[in-house]
Structure formats: C-alpha cells, structure tokens
C-alpha cells in the first residue's frame, strides 16, 4: 500500500513530457517530406510525357516528309514504268505480228548491226511467215557455232535461252538490281582433269569466278553442274569469265537463264560441294566416255515423241514425275537415280525397249547424260540388249526447263516441273502467266487426305524411304496443330504400292537387288572388283608426315562399303599387319571404317601422308589414332595371315 500511494504522489519531470513533444514534431515533419517527395515525383512524369509528346509529334512530322518524298518518287517511278511500257509496245510492233500467241525473235549477234543501220532488212524479216521462220530457227540452233537467242514475250515477260553462247540483253534496258536471274547448266570434260589441276579449280570457283553469286556447284574431276543464282550483271560477267576459262572447255557450255525472279528465290550462299562423280551408275567412268545418246533439240524431240516406234523414259526420281511429266513416257519409279541401271536390266523393261527408238528427258540434261551413256554401253557391251534391236537412243537438250521455253503452252507437258532451285516447281511459262484453275494443272495428290495438290511445302519426308512428302496445307495445319497427326502410317504413294513398311525392309530390298544386279554384270564381264583398284590420285612420295610418337594404329574411314577388301587395301597401304573392320552390331552391315595396325611407324606415317587418295572412286580419310588402353591392341584375331 504504501509503494502505490507514493507512485500517486510522483510527479512527472518535466524531461519526459518533453520526449512526447519531440516525437510528435519528428513525424509531422516526415509526412511533410513525404509531400513534397511526391509532388517531385509528379513533376518528372509530366516532364517525361511532355517529352514524349514532343518525339511523337517530331516522328510523326519526319513520317509526313518521307511520304511526300515517296510520293514524288512514285510519280517518278511511275512515269518511268510508262515509258520503258511505251519501248516495249514499240518493239513488240516493229517485230510481233497482232496474234494473241507467243511470237519469237531471232537475235543475232552478226545481224544486229546491219538491222540498225538497214531498216528495210528488219522489216522484211519481220513479214516472214512462221514456216520460213522456224526453218530459220532450226537451221541456226543445228549449227554449232550458231550465237543465236530465241525471246519469247508472254504478258510482257521475256525469257531467254541462249543455244551453245551466252548474248547480254540491250545495253539501254534497265534493270533492278533486286530482281533475281537464275542459271543452269552442266558441262563433262574430256579427259577429266587430274589432280592439280582439280584443286586448283575448287580454289578458282570459291574465290574468284563464282564469288558474288548463291547456290549449289557440284565439281568433279569429268566436269561441272550447277544451279546458280545473283543479279543478271554477275550471273552475265560469271559465264564470259567461264567461257574463257580452261582452254575454252566451256565454250560448247549451254547456259539456261531464267530472269526477273523475285529476290526471295535467290540462294543466300555458295555452296562447292566436291563430288567422285556427278551422276554414279555403277560403273567407272572410262567405261561411259564417249556413249552419251544423240542431244534432239526441243521442236526435234517435241515431233519425235509422236512417231509410233519411240519409248519415251522419265529419268528423274518418282516424286518429280509426281506432279508433272511427258503423259506418253515410262516412269522408271526411282527413289535416287543409282536405282536406274536396276530398272533397266529388268525383263520387263527390256521388252518395253525391243526394236523402239528410246527417248529420255529430265530436269536439265546432265541425268540423260549417264542415263543414254548406260544403255548405249550396253547395248555394245551386254549380249542381252544387243538382242533387243533399239533403233536408237536419244535425249532432250537442255531438259524440261529448256523445253518449256520453246513452248511456252506446254506442248506434250502436264503438270508441273520440279526444281532444286527456290522456285520447287513451276509451270510453262504461257500456263504460269495465264490464271487458270488448279484442278487443270494438279498432277499429284495428297499422301493424307487425297486431295489434288502439287506443292512440296514443309520439311517433312516418307518416314521409310526419305522422299519429299506430298502433304496438302490443310493436313499440315491440322498437323501442327495437334488435331490430326502425321503418323509413320503415312507415306509416299511409292511405299504404298510397294507395301514397304519400314527403313529395313526398304534396305534390305535395295541391296538385294543391287547385288543381283552387279552379280550379272560380273557374270557377263562388263563389272570386274579388279578394275577398282585403279586410283585416280597418285600418292606424293615425298608428302611424309612427322610421327614424332610412333603411332602405329590409323583410323580410316570413307572406303566403298561394296567393294572394299582386304587385297584391295594392303595394296593401297603396304605395310598393315592387322585389320579391324567397323561393322554393325545387329546387322553386320560394313560400315566403311577400319582401324589397321601397321608394322612400323614409318609405314604409318607413309600412309597418313596419303591421306585423300582415291580407292574405289571415293577419296580415303587416313589419321593417327593411338590406342587408348582401355582393350587389348593390336587383337590377336586380326592379325592378316
């Protein structure tokens, strides 16, 4: 009781009612601080969405300019368009007649100058009938040193195709730099180069000839073919450099052009890609010198094919003939082309061909080219075709693509022609140019759905055999979006009438027909495994690596899984002890690698410096490998006895 009554009569000191002031002060200051941090805050955002205004009405002001800028242009440039339109129609009426087809102009470099200066001369031949026309037209293409160009106006769209030369359009036509051209051609070599002379060539495409153009040049060592693409200066400066390149080798060079692309076809980048063989039958390539079959001009093989006693042949793979093709030709039904020389030794192909004259097309030629080569070799070499009687073989110059420029409607041609440019495919160009409907022009037909479709989009292939698949853009949306999936249940129509089911089943297929096939040939003489061992490249005794470890074991890989044997690599590489060949563990598939064990290091080191010699027509990687001490090397069950 009495600590409570004194805590009553405590008094408060006065410090303590002076602590309470103090905190009420402190805390309306912070609430002062606190307005005045926002109302700063408030000023920097109206500052910057004043600033922001002020670079909009800027943007927007500078936008306004370039309008009026473009605008002007455009008046311009449409006032240009008119005037190269009105130097169109001028030239269309001094050398067209008022028909609604086609017309052709003969331009040749030894008649342009008499025609400008003798303006009688033109006109006279500009009232020619078309039989005198065309009699001069075939009369100049025969001729080998002929420089004649061949123009067809369709819709104000001209197409060229140069016949044995290459001719530069008029000097005052000009062109926009964006449009895209695009090239074609293919050329054998006789003989083929050697060595040196190969590499040095390689180096030439990549650094200087081909330089400032896109896409795809296979080279070997019997020749060029390419797919070209670049502005028309640089695809024009390409082949005059070309034609004097090599002693004139491609002076004979037919150059196919196909101009004024849009910019999207055009190849981003150059590809080299060094190759054995441009087109592989099977057989070695001395074997095909000198066979090819008779080259027919477009018109020639456009009235050949109409003759009662001709077997036209498709050479491309299945899926070109697809979606366009010859309706009266044989499709051999090829997944790549090496399946040719299968197809034609069957026995019912060889009763097609009995006593025919034999025909054959593709894309560009160069296919024709070994394919005529093949069946004139055998028809030399092969008892078995001698008896069949052909009166002769004969192939399109030029193909598909130079065919669809001297007739511009198609002629004997349905569908389209597939193309391993950016076009993919395309249609003659009167059919292209003219807006018909597609159910006229549809070859092929969906793998999914059926529907008539003719368009090779996507990425997606057979799952058995790898072929491009023909997928219609309604089933790869369902695809894509999950409603309708593309199982492996869908495939190529090929696959389909074959019942191939599986990539084994299509692989155990091929081989045992390709075996069959050479086993004839071994039988009648005209495939001997002897005659691979030739080498293309001779090996540089003096090209001796160092091997300061005294590596004993190299891996080599690249060898020919068919041909490839033991006698056929000691004698390449003298020196082996051991051999241990890379096979499949399942199937026992050669896989075309081997580690080899050699006797010294300096027989290694010989070897490795081999390394690219061409065996068996492919070149043969050779490198150290030393063993790693996990297994047992050299293994006692490959020593060579």
């Given at each position: 009781c009495r600590s409570l009554l004194s805590f009553k009569n405590v008094k408060m000191s006065p410090a303590v009612v002076i602590s309470t002031d103090d905190e009420k002060s402190s805390t309306q200051n912070e609430l002062k601080e606190e307005k005045k941090k926002k109302k700063k805050e408030k000023k920097k955002r109206k500052e910057k969405e004043e600033k922001k205004r002020k670079r909009n009405d800027d943007d927007t002001k500078k936008k306004k300019k370039k309008k009026k800028l473009s605008s002007d242009d455009g008046e311009e440039s449409s006032k240009k368009k008119k005037e190269k339109k009105k130097r169109k129609d001028d030239e269309k009426e001094k050398h067209l007649h008022d028909d609604d087809e086609p017309k052709l102009i003969i331009v040749d470099g030894s008649e342009t100058k008499d025609k400008k200066n003798d303006k009688t001369s033109s006109s006279n031949s500009s009232i020619n009938s078309d039989d005198e026309e065309q009699k001069n037209i075939s009369a100049r293409s025969s001729s080998p040193t002929s420089t004649t160009t061949i123009k067809y106006y369709t819709d104000d769209k001209m197409i060229q195709s140069s016949n044995l030369d290459f001719c530069d359009d008029d000097k005052k036509k000009i062109r926009d730099p964006s449009d895209t051209t695009l090239l074609l051609f293919y050329q054998y070599v006789e003989p083929p180069w050697d060595d040196k002379t190969y590499k040095t060539i390689l180096q030439q495409l990549e650094t200087t000839l081909a330089k400032k153009l896109g896409g795809r040049m296979r080279v070997a060592k019997e020749g060029l073919n390419c797919t070209l693409t670049g502005t028309h200066e640089d695809i024009s400066q390409f082949c005059k450099k070309l034609r004097n390149f090599r002693n004139g080798e491609f002076q004979q060079t037919e150059f196919k052009l196909t101009k004024d692309l849009p910019m999207n076809q055009r190849f981003p980048n150059l590809k080299v890609m060094p190759v054995s063989e441009l087109v592989n039958y099977g057989l070695e390539k001395e074997t095909l010198g000198g066979y090819s079959g008779i080259h027919l001009d477009p018109k020639d093989y456009h009235n050949k094919m109409t003759e009662s006693d001709t077997v036209v042949i498709d050479v491309r793979n299945h899926y070109e003939s697809q979606i366009g093709r010859f309706d009266i030709s044989l499709d051999p039904q090829m997944r790549k082309s090496t399946e040719f020389p299968v197809w034609l030794d069957k026995e019912s192909t060889k009763e097609k061909l009995r006593g025919k004259q034999v025909l054959m097309y593709c894309t560009g030629g160069i296919r024709c080219e070994r394919a005529s080569a093949l069946l004139n070799y055998k028809m030399e070499n092969d008892p078995d075709i001698k008896d069949l009687g052909i009166q002769g073989v004969y192939q399109l110059q030029g193909g598909i693509d130079k065919y669809f420029k001297e007739f511009p409607d198609?002629?004997?041609?349905?569908?389209?022609?597939?193309?391993?440019?950016?076009?993919?495919?395309?249609?003659?160009?009167?059919?292209?140019?003219?807006?018909?409907?597609?159910?006229?022009?549809?070859?092929?037909?969906?793998?999914?759905?059926?529907?008539?479709?003719?368009?090779?989009?996507?990425?997606?292939?057979?799952?058995?055999?790898?072929?491009?698949?023909?997928?219609?853009?309604?089933?790869?949306?369902?695809?894509?979006?999950?409603?309708?999936?593309?199982?492996?249940?869908?495939?190529?129509?090929?696959?389909?009438?074959?019942?191939?089911?599986?990539?084994?089943?299509?692989?155990?297929?091929?081989?045992?027909?390709?075996?069959?096939?050479?086993?004839?040939?071994?039988?009648?003489?005209?495939?001997?495994?002897?005659?691979?061992?030739?080498?293309?490249?001779?090996?540089?005794?003096?090209?001796?690596?160092?091997?300061?470890?005294?590596?004993?074991?190299?891996?080599?890989?690249?060898?020919?899984?068919?041909?490839?044997?033991?006698?056929?690599?000691?004698?390449?590489?003298?020196?082996?002890?051991?051999?241990?060949?890379r096979m499949d563990r399942k199937t026992q598939q050669f896989f075309g690698q081997a580690w080899v064990e050699m006797a010294t290091p300096e027989d290694a080191a010989r070897a490795v410096g081999m390394n690219g010699i061409s065996v068996l027509s492919r070149p043969l990687s050779i490198s150290y490998q030393p063993p790693d001490g996990k297994d047992r090397w050299p293994p006692n069950s490959s020593r060579l006895e």
């Open positions: 198609g002629g004997h041609w349905s569908g389209k022609n597939y193309t391993f440019d950016k076009r993919f495919a395309h249609a003659p160009p009167k059919i292209d140019a003219v807006s018909q409907e597609k159910d006229i022009l549809t070859k092929g037909k969906c793998e999914a759905c059926s529907k008539a479709w003719d368009k090779f989009g996507g990425k997606r292939r057979c799952p058995t055999c790898g072929v491009p698949s023909l997928i219609c853009k309604e089933c790869m949306l369902k695809h894509k979006s999950g409603e309708h999936k593309l199982d492996n249940s869908i495939r190529c129509d090929l696959c389909v009438s074959q019942n191939i089911r599986s990539k084994a089943q299509l692989r155990n297929q091929e081989e045992k027909e390709m075996n069959e096939y050479e086993q004839g040939l071994l039988q009648k003489g005209l495939l001997k495994s002897n005659d691979y061992n030739e080498e293309s490249i001779s090996a540089d005794p003096t090209n001796i690596p160092p091997n300061p470890e005294n590596v004993t074991r190299l891996f080599l890989k690249n060898m020919c899984r068919k041909f490839m044997d033991q006698h056929t690599l000691c004698n390449t590489l003298p020196g082996i002890t051991h051999i241990v060949w």
